[in-house]
């Protein structure tokens, strides 16, 4: 069963490759003149999507067969005049005023040039023409010597017919010379339609086989080589394409006395005639002679192209583009359509686009998932160069295997031939043949893992990404969004607050298909605007700072407040909480910044705010303030002291850096402050005064909570009298103790009094 594909991540491929056919279809081109370039530019549409299946639409230069340049344009497109002036000059070879060279052959006297023409038909004598040599027959023994003579001397007589010999192409085997003729077979074809140029090699003398023959043939514009396999060699050697147009053989062979001949497969695809001879033969190795003179006529008519742009080899369920074109050399407009049907096991590729319908007026319908493709309506514009229209469609095989456009059946086809071919038009070497699909056997599956991204604050800098595919091949990242964030490796660098999107994809190897393609989003959080006025009210142990908020206050939590001098600092925990209280050491001058957080960095701070000086606790005269928490030590609660004792206080819950101050009732005494620390606690040690009146006192602990309000802590402690062995103390006594020694007091008094009415009455009764 055809497994799906996922066309998103293939988009890039389509959008490249439509690309492609635009240029692919203009550059199937022969000599293209600017204006003509520029129109092919402006008319070739590119793709809507790269997805989709489409037509598209060039036009070209409208001309014949081009002749070279610098050369006469010959009546009807017979010979071009290259070519004449060759064959005029070697007519000259025979005349009186050359006889001086011609009479150097073996036979001593060469014959009249009427007999030999510009088909390289030298001979020894005109009855033993060595034209039935250049003509592909081998010549009797005798005349061998003669021809050669007569050749040489043709080259000689017209120095122009044959260009310099390449230092890096002589021939070996001594004096051993070759004879070349040519032919096309057919002769006449019809534009779209195929030719074999046959150059025959004739072994003429010396001794043994003649190697390193080798020469390079410029084919006229309008002919082009066609398929991978676009030559044979039955004189071996090694075959290149050195530039536009043109074929080169080295190091081939001609067997002693035999012959071999070296065939290109060729394509036209403009009408006209093409006649070719020595003047196209150049680079030749030393001791080879061409004489020949052929022509092609090409008949005009549209045809049908076909090929497979971009990677020709594929995976199964893997999609490739097939394209088929109209390529109409004609001078007149074509009107066309043409039913298409696949091979076996190529279907339509489901993309999840229809066809565009719009080039060339031709409209196209191609069924996901079928193998049928019809074009209906086209009008191919008058070209005599290479106009094209061509259908676009993505195709897909189920089973591995070759695929060839020439196995693609056409019916009901209308102003082309029904039937597929492989001309192409090409400015610069034709690419390996376009017209085979090769598909492997199918990839096995990968998936991608890649967990989502938390939020980040744009002062992060970077991110690292982590995702993995399951086949261990190394994932590839790219930026949805590069003015947002872009990506290199595995490293995203955060660009601007927004949202960043990050695709990871694995492309496949020769193993693993290219996997489904993950993307993920994560917000770029900008750091917090900061806020403004910010105003500082001293208090006592403590400062409460106020501010306004930033005219933007979009993902802020909360606020601190920090003092100068450190290191008090009040918090909040909203957008909209402008207030705080943050302890403070007594006569200490402050100021207040503050700063605005938020999920994508704090803000710079906003202040300082006025100056303020802070005061200390001031013990009330009334008495110790009301409160139910103890104060203690560090050795835990206590209840009584001695005059001179030190000892340490230990309080809780003020605010953090704040002052406290510790005293002593009766009358209150301050005993001494201390600073909280951070979490508002302190232990100040302290000295019972050693006048302290021995009885009951209250040791006080007084300050500020953390949110500025009062707080307060008591310790009862009773101060006992020195110990002596003298009389009982007179010291006098203050606090609590004076009521509780007036209560006891008045109770023995009560009772006395009871106790003595009572034995009264005893009395009176008895």
């Not at 000059?89 to 050359?98: D, F, I, M, S």
């Not at 031709?362 to 309506?377: C, K, L, N, Q």
């Not at 995203?492 to 993920?520: H, I, N």
Request: with cysteine; hydrophobic share 40%; glycine share 10%.
């Amino acid at each position: 069963m055809r497994k799906p594909y996922e066309p998103a991540r293939r988009r890039g491929r389509w959008a490249a490759s439509a690309a492609l056919v635009a240029a692919a279809l203009t550059g199937m081109v022969a000599a293209v003149g600017p204006a003509q370039s520029a129109q092919a530019a402006q008319v070739a549409r590119p793709a809507a999507a790269a997805d989709e299946a489409a037509t598209v639409r060039t036009h070209v230069q409208p001309a014949v067969a081009k002749p070279r340049a610098g050369a006469k344009r010959a009546p009807a497109h017979t010979k071009r005049p290259g070519a004449t002036k060759q064959a005029s000059e070697t007519k000259q070879a025979g005349k009186a005023k050359q006889a001086g060279d011609t009479k150097q052959t073996r036979a001593g006297k060469q014959t009249r040039a009427g007999t030999q023409a510009g088909n390289g038909k030298h001979a020894r004598d005109a009855k033993q023409a060595g034209s039935a040599r250049h003509a592909g027959r081998p010549a009797p023994k005798a005349s061998a010597s003669a021809s050669t003579a007569a050749a040489k001397a043709h080259v000689k007589a017209g120095a122009s017919a044959t260009p310099p010999v390449s230092p890096s192409a002589q021939a070996e085997g001594g004096n051993n010379s070759t004879m070349m003729s040519a032919s096309f077979s057919p002769a006449t074809i019809a534009a779209g339609e195929t030719t074999d140029l046959t150059f025959h090699l004739t072994w003429d003398q010396g001794t043994g086989d003649t190697t390193d023959v080798g020469f390079t043939v410029t084919l006229p514009n309008g002919l082009t080589t066609v398929g991978n396999t676009w030559y044979d060699s039955q004189c071996g050697g090694t075959v290149t394409k050195p530039a536009n147009g043109a074929v080169r053989l080295t190091g081939a062979t001609v067997p002693s006395g035999g012959s071999c001949d070296f065939t290109l497969h060729l394509g036209a695809y403009q009408q006209g005639t093409y006649p070719m001879s020595v003047g196209d033969v150049t680079d030749t190795s030393a001791n080879l002679f061409p004489g020949f003179t052929t022509t092609l006529t090409v008949t005009a008519q549209a045809y049908l192209a076909s090929l497979f742009l971009g990677p020709t080899t594929v995976a199964v369920d893997e999609p490739a583009l097939l394209i088929i074109g109209i390529l109409n050399p004609t001078l007149s407009p074509v009107n066309y359509g043409f039913t298409a049907t696949l091979p076996a096991h190529l279907k339509v590729a489901d993309i999840g686009t229809p066809p565009n319908t719009s080039a060339c007026d031709a409209t196209v319908s191609a069924p996901a998932g079928g193998s049928v493709i019809t074009v209906t309506g086209g009008t191919a514009p008058p070209n005599v160069g290479t106009g094209g229209c061509a259908a676009l469609v993505p195709v897909v095989a189920d089973a591995a295997g070759t695929y060839n456009t020439a196995d693609i059946a056409i019916s009901a086809a209308t102003g082309v031939p029904a039937a597929i071919t492989n001309v192409y038009p090409c400015v610069g070497p034709c690419p390996p043949d376009m017209g085979t699909l090769t598909v492997t056997a199918p990839k096995q599956a990968q998936t991608i893992t890649f967990g989502a991204l938390p939020d980040v604050a744009l002062s992060a800098g970077t991110v690292t990404l982590t995702g993995t595919a399951s086949s261990g091949l190394t994932l590839t990242y790219t930026s949805d969004t590069p003015s947002v964030c872009t990506v290199a490796g595995t490293t995203v660098t955060l660009v601007a607050a927004g949202t960043c999107t990050v695709a990871a994809a694995q492309e496949g190897d020769a193993t693993y298909a290219a996997a489904e393609a993950v993307s993920r989003s994560f917000g770029i959080l900008p750091p917090a605007q900061p806020p403004t006025t910010v105003t500082a009210t001293a208090g006592t142990s403590s400062i409460t700072v106020h501010w306004t908020a930033p005219g933007t206050t979009t993902g802020i939590t909360g606020y601190t407040a920090t003092a100068s001098p450190g290191p008090a600092t009040c918090t909040t925990t909203t957008a909209t909480d402008t207030t705080c209280v943050l302890g403070a050491a007594a006569g200490t001058t402050y100021t207040i910044t503050v700063i605005a957080h938020s999920a994508g960095g704090d803000s710079t701070p906003a202040g300082p705010s006025n100056e303020v000086t802070v005061t200390a606790p001031v013990p009330p005269a009334a008495g110790p303030p009301d409160t139910n928490l103890t104060l203690t030590t560090d050795k835990g609660p206590i209840s009584t002291a001695t005059p001179g004792q030190q000892i340490t206080f230990v309080g809780t819950g003020f605010a953090p850096h704040s002052t406290v101050v510790i005293s002593i009732y009766s009358s209150p005494t301050v005993l001494g402050t201390a600073v909280t620390d951070a979490g508002g606690s302190f232990a100040k040690p302290i000295t019972i005064p050693s006048g302290l009146a021995a009885g009951v006192h209250t040791a006080v602990a007084q300050g500020v909570a953390p949110d500025g309000t009062a707080r307060a802590m008591n310790l009862a402690i009773t101060v006992a009298r020195p110990s002596t062995s003298g009389p009982t103390s007179t010291l006098p006594v203050t606090g609590v103790a004076v009521s509780v020694m007036l209560l006891t007091g008045l109770g023995s008094t009560v009772a006395g009094v009871a106790l003595l009415t009572a034995f009264r009455r005893y009395h009176r009764t008895n």
